[in-house]
T-cell receptor, first 111, second 111 residues
């Protein structure tokens, strides 16, 4: 079956630090890949996506590149802000419109 | 309009009650979803409707009954729930095989 593995959290950073959250997937074929963000008490918001190998998704300073050779979709941001504190979920879409999520990574950014 | 609207935001119900969760979108999406999310866990897929027909039921107990009255509305009817069913229930919608947009969720507590 399909699965998504995220780096274990939580992650605590100081403001303006560099962020990397690792994500790898196993799937048959080439799924579309997503990063979602969930702020406390809210639903999930789509942060960025990539639908094929070598695509780079980007939004709000976050980036992730679809790497077929390493089956990875790592999330990066050059300079995090306190407002980026949230839970980040990596997800892969497979047949039948199913989303398979990673376990989520709690990010806390301190001023 | 890029919103998925869920009502109510919070719901407390007894184990003998019958209640319904509602979800609405006006983005013209033809796929709609129910997910269940427990604290500190990723969302788990419950049901998928595609073109107003139930296409996926992830072996959800019959005390949860989905309904899709039209292409914009999705309901989840609840009856005889257990305390362990307490969770955040998320609705999402998408065009078929594209990224899903999530609502803010209904925080359900079963007492």
């Amino acid at each position: 079956g399909n699965s998504v593995t995220q780096m274990e959290g939580p992650v605590t950073l100081s403001e303006e630090a560099f962020l990397t959250i690792n994500c790898t997937y196993t799937a048959t074929g080439y799924p579309s890949l997503f990063w979602y963000v969930q702020y406390p008490g809210e639903g999930l918001q789509l942060l960025l996506k990539a639908t094929k190998a070598d695509d780079k998704g980007s939004n709000k300073g976050f980036e992730a590149t679809y790497r077929k050779e390493t089956t990875s979709f790592h999330l990066e941001k050059g300079s995090v802000q306190v407002s980026d504190s949230a839970v980040y979920f990596c997800a892969a879409e497979t047949s039948g419109s199913r989303l398979t999520f990673g376990e989520g990574t709690q990010l806390t950014v301190n001023p | 309009d890029t919103e998925v609207t869920q009502t109510p935001k919070h719901l407390v119900m007894g184990m003998t009650n019958k209640k319904s969760l509602k979800c609405e979108q006006h983005m013209g999406h033809r796929a709609m979803y129910w997910y269940k999310q427990k604290a500190k866990k990723p969302p788990e897929l419950m049901f998928v409707y595609s073109y107003e027909k139930l296409s996926i039921n992830e072996s959800v107990p019959s005390r949860f009954s989905p309904e899709c009255p039209n292409s914009s509305l999705l309901n989840l009817h609840l009856h005889a729930l257990q305390p362990e069913d307490s969770a955040l229930y998320l609705c999402a919608s998408s065009q078929v095989n594209t990224e899903a947009f999530f609502g803010q969720g209904t925080r359900l507590t079963v007492v």
